[in-house]
């Protein structure tokens, strides 16, 4: 199994990056997708969630109405659309998959099995 991001990269505050997920080596059918981000210092940091198959999406509340997670089953990728940067929101973001399934959220690095590698996302001020 494995999981690919990028677009991550370096951009002036109040401006935009898209992040992508390709996964591969399984079926995901039944998984939800999520991304977290880790800063400096920090915890990795839950920021949103997408059921596989492409609805039912949850965000945190920092990034709610600034960053949008889409994609799933049809194109074997999860998209983290992030608007209106600030500059604490750089960090390392990274993809990730749950197969535990069912209809509960999952918010908790834990509750997912398969990590992509990470992508720097800088936000300058």
């Known amino acids: 199994v494995q999981l690919q991001a990028c677009g991550g990269g370096l951009v002036q505050a109040g401006g935009s990056l898209r992040l992508s997920c390709a996964a591969s080596?399984?079926?995901?059918?039944?998984?939800?997708m999520g991304w977290f981000r880790q800063a400096r210092g920090n915890e990795r940091e839950f920021l949103a969630t997408?059921?596989?198959?492409?609805?039912?999406?949850y965000y945190t509340d920092s990034v709610k109405g600034r960053f949008t997670i889409s994609g799933g089953d049809a194109q074997n990728t999860v998209y983290l659309q992030m608007n209106s940067l600030k500059p604490e929101d750089t960090a390392v973001y990274y993809c990730?998959?749950?197969?535990?399934?069912?209809?509960?959220?999952?918010?908790?690095?834990?509750?997912?099995?398969?990590w992509g590698q990470g992508t720097l996302v800088t936000v300058s001020s």
């Open positions: 997408i059921k596989w198959s492409g609805d039912r999406t």
């Open positions: 080596g399984r079926t995901f059918s039944s998984s939800d």
């Open positions: 990730a998959a749950s197969v535990l399934g069912g209809s509960i959220t999952y918010t908790l690095p834990y509750m997912y099995h398969y």
